[in-house]
C-alpha cells in the first residue's frame, strides 16, 4: 500500500506513550481495531529497553496498523518498523529518506510555516499541534485552533493529522477543517474504550 493510499479515507493515529499504559497491550488493540497508525514514542527510555519493546511490536501481525518509531532512524531498520516519525528539531526529513527509502516518514510540526517548509520535503504526513490545549499533558504551546489549522491544511498539499485536544466530542470539527486524520495519547488510555471510538471515528469521518 503506498502513502498516497493509506490517506485515502480520514486515519486515526495512535501515539504510544507514559500516558495510555503497556505498549504491547495497547498495540494488540488498535490492530485489532485497525486504526491506521501506531507510534512508539517513549523516547526517554533507556535505547536498550527502547529496542526490546519494539522488537516485540515489529513481530506481532500489524494487518492495517502501521508501526512507526519515534525519531529513532537506526531502530525502525533494526526492528523492521514501518517508518519513522521525526520531531521537528531532530533528523532531517532527507536523511530519514535516504535511510529508510521507501518507508514512512512523518515529521511534527507547529504552526503554518513549519508545515510549509517541511511540506516542500519528501515526507508522507505531516502531524500539526496543538490544535486544542493537549489532554494528556500541559504545553508550552498556545492551541492553534480550527482556524489556523484550516489554512494550514488548505496551504499544503501533504496530508495533516492533527494533535492535541481532541476528543469524541471534537474530532469531527477537526475533519472538517481539513485534516487527513486525528492524533493523541489520552484518546487511547482506556484500553475497552478504544474499539467504541475507532467504531465511532469511522462512522463521523464516513
Known amino acids: ?95 530519514a529518506r535516504t535511510a529508510l527509502g521507501e518507508k514512512l516518514v512523518g515529521i ?11 511540506a516542500a520535503s519528501r515526507v508522507d504526513y505531516l502531524l500539526l499541534a496543538p490544535v486544542f490545549s493537549p489532554l494528556s499533558k500541559p504545553s508550552e504551546r498556545e492551541p492553534l485552533g480550527l482556524d489556523e489549522l484550516q489554512r494550514t491544511c488548505h496551504a499544503v498539499a501533504t496530508p495533516v493529522i492533527a494533535l492535541g485536544g481532541i476528543s469524541r466530542e471534537n474530532f469531527t470539527e477537526v475533519l472538517d477543517a481539513g485534516a487527513a486524520g486525528i492524533a493523541g495519547i489520552s484518546m487511547f488510555a482506556d484500553l475497552d474504550g478504544i474499539e467504541d471510538f475507532a467504531a465511532r471515528f469511522r462512522k463521523g469521518s464516513g
Do not use: W
Not at 506481532?60 to 519513522?84: C, F, K, M, W
Not at 511534527?108 to 517541511?118: F, K, T
Open 1 to 95: 500500500m503506498t502513502s498516497k493510499s493509506l490517506f485515502s479515507h480520514p486515519v486515526l493515529y495512535c501515539i504510544s506513550d507514559s500516558g495510555n499504559g503497556d505498549p504491547v497491550k495497547l498495540f494488540r488493540k488498535v490492530v485489532s481495531c485497525s486504526v491506521d497508525f501506531f507510534q512508539y514514542r517513549y523516547k526517554h527510555l533507556a535505547e536498550e529497553e527502547r529496542f526490546q519493546t519494539a522488537s516485540v511490536l515489529a513481530e506481532l501481525p500489524r494487518r492495517r496498523t502501521r508501526l512507526l518509531i519515534n525519531q529513532a532512524i537506526s531502530l525502525v531498520i533494526a526492528v523492521g518498523a514501518d517508518g519513522v516519525h521525526l520531531p521537528r528539531h531532530g533528523a532531517s526529513i532527507e536523511d
Open 108 to 118: 511534527s510540526v507547529h504552526s503554518l510555516p513549519d508545515a510549509v517548509r517541511a
